[in-house]
């Protein structure tokens, strides 16, 4: 499962300043992938997936740390009405969250998007978004 971690950096005893993913990962023997990261000197923002069963606890862990957790159960979202299966975003997403089917439709592995947000500036029609 994915969780999305938004944190500040503005006090000395904030998350942004702790080593809280690996402390998390530590106490708990629960590895997590990191799969996109962007911290700066005011904020960060982290995509992680950890095994499903271990999502809750890790959650709670991170939440307890001062972490803002939100759950990603579906990172990309089709509307499917605008979506005309041109397949512009096929080739511009780096972790191939998108395909045809065999009568040329496109398809949408969300499990393996890591919010970069390319496909949605690539889509012609709008007709894809950020889970919000």
Do not use: Y
Not at 13 to 28: N, S
Request: net charge negative.
């Amino acid at each position: 499962m994915k969780l999305l971690l938004t944190f500040s950096r503005k006090g000395r005893d904030d998350p942004g300043r702790e080593p809280v993913i690996a402390r998390v990962v530590k106490e708990t023997g629960v590895l997590i992938n990191v799969e996109k990261a962007n911290i700066d000197s005011m904020a960060g923002e982290v995509l992680i997936d950890v095994p499903d069963g271990d999502a809750d606890l890790i959650r709670r862990r991170l939440e307890e740390a001062g972490v803002n957790v939100r759950v990603m159960e579906n990172a990309v979202v089709r509307d499917e009405e605008e979506c005309v299966d041109c397949g512009a975003c096929i080739s511009i997403c780096p972790q191939e969250v998108f395909s045809f089917d065999a009568e040329w439709r496109l398809c949408v592995n969300a499990e393996r998007c890591v919010l970069c947000g390319k496909c949605i500036r690539a889509c012609p029609h709008g007709a894809l978004s950020q889970q919000g």
